[in-house]
């Protein structure tokens, strides 16, 4: 296993140097807040696409429920599961995480703010409708509308204006050079909808309806698989989109399938109810590799395991007792006891695959003693009463039960409150909480992404800062970041921000997680990639 993860890293981070690159270069291409039942088999149609082998209805089944089918409409990994089956980006990230075409079928960088984008022809949505200039513009234009308020607005803040060039071009004008912008046009919430249903859903909206009402009832792509169905709590079917403009799909269906407990979801596996066991947990490893006709599969990824606090709440207002918790936390104990040492601790929020890490940042220590000094230095000799919110995963409510014992020693009083998804993901964004353990995909593999939404003061809530975090200085160096194209100077920038996250303590940096799936041995070329979004476009399943 260390040899893959070895071969992964020097992979990924060379092949992120090509996309850098690229995106600074002369334009020639170079060709985005985590986990978490009826027990019937969704019938889809008959028959593997032409040309294609196996079929099957393929069932996963997941630890929770997606917030919203709409591209625009949440930030979180279980959407994105879905919703990248049924839409389209106009660039794609391959398994090397290498830029390629997607629905823009070239592009080219005219200057360094201006890039003009080559739409593919012949394309159509589920609904019939036809894919062009004018229905990507749409698109964009709506992802940064205030009315839609969008989570993954911020993908697009560095883009003025996006202009129709002709039928099949597009021209995206930028406020200043964006280096990870072919990157983010490859993040599912810039994916491209159908034109008739985001001119649905203003209509309801106009009529008093919330956003994405019309859209969560009737996505609509350019996908290789078209919704079906969606029973809210249960799950969402969809099916093979045979008029599919690239080469179709084999599987008739897949069902994503909510089984909150994960010793549900490997028990489902064990009895061949689903194909797939999402985020089975260290834990069962052992019990899956035992059972016959199914496997572990285990793959490293570009995620954050954290702990947050609510910097604007008293008393996380203060500093001093963010880090005087950092500091009363054994993060080994939480990752030896909670992930059976399965993950690389973390001292940050990039993970060493992607653009921007530093591995000489050192962390917070682990310090008990320094921990009480701080709390007294703050006005709390005798610690305080808190809460820590977590949603219904089982390592995370396992982490919950862990710092409560950790930090009862240094007279901090911690209850826990479980929320489910939905509700855990609003009320966050609310700031609502006091303390919060969550995860985030840095997506994109850059920097930009795996700090910019959880740090800058400008995407407090819903986008990412759930830690509402306000610093000005810290503000401008990601501002500079993301305008600098130079990837040395941009590297420098980021050592910098991550060395003042150590000492602003916004959350407690975990590890970054590998992915744990139990597999049907039965199911063909299925995988998981590094950002923790399924691979069955081309799976089959073998009978």
């Not at 909670?338 to 940050?348: D, K, L």
């Not at 609003?426 to 985030?440: Q, Y």
């Not at 992404?449 to 306000?470: I, K, T, V």
Request: glycine letters at 8%; one cysteine or more.
């Amino acid at each position: 296993m260390k040899s893959k993860k070895l071969w992964f890293l020097v992979s990924l981070l060379l092949t992120l140097g090509l996309v850098l690159a690229a995106c600074a270069g002369d334009g020639e291409p170079e060709v985005e807040p985590e986990d978490s039942g009826d027990t019937t088999e969704t019938e889809g149609t008959e028959g593997a696409a032409e040309g294609g082998a196996g079929g099957g209805d393929l069932v996963i089944s997941v630890g929770a429920d997606i917030p919203s089918l709409s591209a625009h409409g949440s930030n979180d990994v279980p959407s994105s599961n879905v919703q990248e089956n049924i839409y389209e980006t106009l660039t794609d990230l391959d398994e090397n995480q290498e830029i390629q075409p997607g629905l823009a079928e070239s592009w080219e960088e005219i200057d360094e703010t201006t890039w003009e984008f080559k739409i593919r022809e012949g394309v159509t949505f589920h609904d019939g409708a036809e894919l062009n200039a004018e229905v990507v513009k749409m698109n964009f234009d709506r992802l940064v509308d205030p009315d839609i308020a969008s989570p993954r607005a911020f993908l697009f803040e560095a883009v003025e204006s996006v202009e129709v060039v002709d039928d099949y071009t597009i021209r995206i004008n930028l406020e200043y050079p964006y280096a990870p912008l072919l990157a983010n046009l490859a993040h599912s919430g810039t994916a491209i909808m159908s034109p008739n249903i985001i001119e649905e859903d203003y209509k309801q909206m106009e009529e008093g309806g919330d956003v994405d009402t019309y859209i969560n009832q009737n996505p609509v792509g350019t996908g290789p698989f078209k919704f079906e169905e969606w029973t809210p709590g249960e799950k969402v079917v969809l099916v093979r989109n045979d008029d599919y403009w690239g080469e179709p799909a084999k599987l008739d269906s897949v069902t994503f399938k909510v089984v909150t407990e994960q010793s549900s979801r490997v028990a489902e596996l064990e009895t061949g109810v689903s194909h797939v066991a999402d985020a089975i947990g260290p834990n069962n490893v052992s019990r899956v590799e035992g059972t016959d006709g199914v496997h572990v599969l285990q793959e490293p990824s570009v995620s954050l395991s954290y702990i947050g606090f609510n910097t604007q709440q008293e008393p996380f207002d203060d500093v001093r007792v963010r880090q005087a918790i950092s500091m009363a936390i054994d993060k080994d104990e939480i990752i030896e006891g909670v992930y059976n040492g399965i993950g690389i601790p973390a001292v940050g929020p990039l993970a060493p695959p992607v653009f921007g890490f530093d591995e000489n940042v050192s962390g917070l220590p682990y310090d008990p003693e320094q921990a009480k000094e701080l709390l007294a230095e703050a006005g709390y000799p005798d610690g305080f009463s808190t809460t820590i919110w977590t949603n219904d995963n089982e390592q995370r409510v396992d982490t919950a039960i862990a710092v409560q014992a950790q930090l009862k020693e240094i007279g901090v009083d911690v209850e826990i409150e479980e929320l489910e998804w939905g509700a855990y993901l609003e009320r966050t964004a609310n700031g609502e909480h006091d303390m919060f353990i969550l995860g985030w995909s840095t997506v994109t593999s850059d920097a930009d992404y795996g700090m910019y939404p959880l740090f800058h003061s400008s995407q407090a809530g819903d986008p990412g800062n759930r830690s509402f975090l306000e610093d000005e200085e810290l503000d401008a160096i990601l501002d500079e970041a993301r305008r600098e194209t130079d990837p040395d100077a941009r590297q420098e920038l980021y050592s910098e921000a991550q060395e003042m996250l150590v000492e602003l303590a916004p959350m407690i940096y975990i590890h970054h997680q590998e992915y744990l799936l139990g597999v049907s041995d039965k199911l063909k070329d299925f995988t998981v990639d590094a950002q923790g979004i399924y691979q069955f476009k081309q799976a089959y399943i073998e009978e």
